[in-house]
């Protein structure tokens, strides 16, 4: 059998529907070695973990035959169902419909494992939307201002 070897590590960033801030510290502090345990039943190599009330950023590697999409949809849907179980006020818990998933490099990865692991330090200068706005100018991607509105600050 011919060897298949790669590295596709995934800066991922998704939202609380609404943005809704319901992920408290006890919350995150029992739902990010939840995570761990979910990414690793599924291939995934949860590498970093951090997040605010309303968003987590995950640095995840994944295997080859794994897509993105996929990955993403277990972690989330598995957390959004363990959170609800687990926390009864949380019955209404859930995350948005999309999500940022960005390929980093092996030079990329202590910066950005410390950018995710110390959102806490990082939001005192900036928001969520200047955040990951400048995330998805920093990757070059073309996207419709429109289609981040439900990712963004509810007012």
Known sequence: MPQILTNQMLHCVFCTKNRKKLITPMIAGRLYPYLAVVARARRIVLLAVGGM????????????TLSTSRAIQWLKGSSSQWIQE????????????????????????????EFIENQDKHHRRKSFDEEYSGIIRKNALDYDERGLIECRSVK
């Open 53 to 64: 009330p309303d968003h987590l950023h995950l640095l995840i590697s994944t295997p080859p």
């Open 86 to 113: 687990t926390f009864p006020e949380q019955q209404g818990f859930g995350w948005q419909r999309g999500f940022g998933a960005f390929s980093i490099g092996v030079s990329e990865f202590k910066r950005t494992a």
